[in-house]
């Protein structure tokens, strides 16, 4: 009971210091004369490619603190783990974490009006469970094909057009913002683990760090390429967690997941040659694109807006992608221009797409 006791407080304490965080970015921005086409602290998003940053110094401190701990604590670790234990016994712990946290994915698509989803991640957790021994397995996905419906709170909060707030570079967790911060606070009491905690913490902080390791385990070397590639680490990270965000709101938002032209297991783009109807057999036979990045200078349900944006594009000699969202009912466009692998050569190509007017432009992967 003492553990418990304590741990409440705590907890407490860390909510309002994080709602007093988010209140403080909205005078902030606010005080900088925040008008009507300015991205707002906690309105409507609206992408503009611009990060609110006040807390650069502090951030950045945050940022090397994390990078030496990778580097010395956590990837030694990872590399001892790996060298003991098979990947797939690693992977099975992975599945049997992320099945841990089902109320969460379950709540939150609920939340969002995904009854669907939310039935979905239901029957997962329920399988899972059984047939698939504690989550150890995922016959769910295997042998059912319910693919996991991936949703927390900070992306609620997203959908329903609550703003980000300000960056923040939380020790030991990484890069989030404030409104992602009261999202996992949120997210704490739909988690087992947390009530482990709460019981143990001790037990509660082993758990946290052992899947910690895990992860790691099965993703080395995917920090140290994204390092190298970068000319400003932070400022990379940084820009990189906030188009992840958004596009995991965005998807939402949207609804279901978007359909690719594919071959294997590799999601590849395709160039439209022809498009009053960009639906149709003429697709499968399009050049494939392997680019990692793009920039997405607009979407619409209007095919010839859609075909306008890319004849604009061809008279400043730039290529251009359509990807293609389907919506049962009807057809979902986004155009984008592919370039290449590296995330800085993107950014710049973002920035001249905006300077040529297309005020939508906006990194994608």
């Known amino acids: 009971m003492k553990n418990r006791d304590s741990f409440f407080p705590q907890l407490c304490r860390i909510c309002f210091c994080c709602l007093a965080i988010w209140l403080g970015s909205m005078s902030v921005v606010f005080g900088q004369g925040v008008t009507g086409n300015d991205d707002p602290a906690f309105g409507e998003e609206q992408d503009i490619g611009l990060v609110s940053d006040p807390l650069e110094p502090i951030n950045r401190a945050f940022y090397h603190f994390n990078d030496k701990l990778y580097f010395w604590a956590v990837k030694p670790v990872s590399q001892g783990y790996a060298y003991l234990i098979a990947e797939d016994v690693r992977m099975c712990v992975r599945s049997f ?28 957790f329920v399988i899972n469970s059984t ?8 016959p769910a996905k295997n042998e059912f094909g319910l693919s996991p419906k991936d949703e927390d709170l900070g992306q609620t909060l997203g959908v329903y057009g609550v703003g980000e707030g300000i960056y923040i570079c939380w020790p030991f967790f990484g890069p989030s913002n404030v409104r992602d911060t009261i999202g996992l606070a949120g997210d704490f009491f739909l988690s087992p683990v947390s009530y482990l905690a709460m019981s143990d913490a001790g037990a509660g902080v082993a758990v946290e760090a052992g899947r910690e390791v895990n992860n790691t385990s099965l ?16 400022v990379s990270l940084r820009d990189a967690y906030r188009q992840y965000r958004q596009k995991k709101i965005r998807d939402v938002a949207v609804g279901s997941d978007s359909v690719y032209i594919s071959s294997s297991d590799r999601i590849e783009k395709i160039y439209v040659q022809n ?18 990045f793009f920039v997405q200078v607009g979407t619409s349900v209007d095919a010839e807006q859609v075909l306008a944006m890319r004849q604009k594009l061809l008279a400043m000699d730039t290529e251009a992608v359509v990807k293609v969202y389907d919506r049962g009912d009807y057809k979902f466009y986004a155009l984008q221009v592919p370039v290449g692998k590296k995330f800085e050569i993107a950014k710049q190509e973002e920035q001249r797409l905006c300077a040529a007017g297309f005020s939508e432009a906006r990194v994608v992967q």
């Open 131 to 138: 047939l698939g021994i504690a989550g150890l397995a995922d």
């Open 275 to 292: 498009m009053p109807v960009p639906v149709s057999s003429e697709l499968d036979s399009a050049p494939v694109l392997v680019d990692d």
């Open 97 to 124: 974490l992320k099945n841990l946290l089902a109320p969460v994915r379950i709540v939150n698509n609920l939340l969002q009006g995904k009854v669907a989803n939310s039935g979905v991640e239901t029957a997962r």
């Open 219 to 234: 993703t080395l070397g995917d920090y140290e390429d994204f390092k190298e590639s970068a000319i400003d680490p932070y």
